[in-house]
């Protein structure tokens, strides 16, 4: 056994009860039961930060106009690099638009056993 108040490792434990051992203190059964009392301290629960967008509620013939009418679709001039990065912002800007970034505080919680 091991005790958690001096972190001393017990053995030879010898046991005196008649039901329990033979005349050499030796067990004579397989199953017990243990009752102790101990004081713990409940862990705190984990707090994590979670960033999400409402995809599903987003209106899509509104999404699809904003594409049309952008300037993304307009810019056709410049290097590829140019053309990427405005096709990107502008459809970044429209997801922000239509799905606006939510971030919310969630308490993680242990699985019950």
Do not use: W
């Amino acid at each position: 056994m091991i005790r958690r108040d001096t972190s001393h490792i017990i053995t030879d434990v010898t046991i005196t009860d008649p039901g329990l051992c033979h005349h050499l203190g030796k067990l004579t059964r397989d199953h017990f039961a243990v009752g102790f009392t101990t004081t713990l301290v409940k862990p705190a629960h984990i707090k994590k930060i979670v960033s999400y967008r409402k995809l599903r509620t987003v209106d899509v013939e509104a999404f699809m106009h904003d594409i049309v009418v952008s300037s993304m679709l307009q810019t056709t001039q410049g290097t590829v690099d140019s053309v990427v990065t405005a096709f990107n912002n502008g459809l970044s800007s429209l997801i922000d638009k239509h799905a606006p970034l939510r971030t919310i505080t969630i308490t993680e919680r242990p699985d019950c056993p």
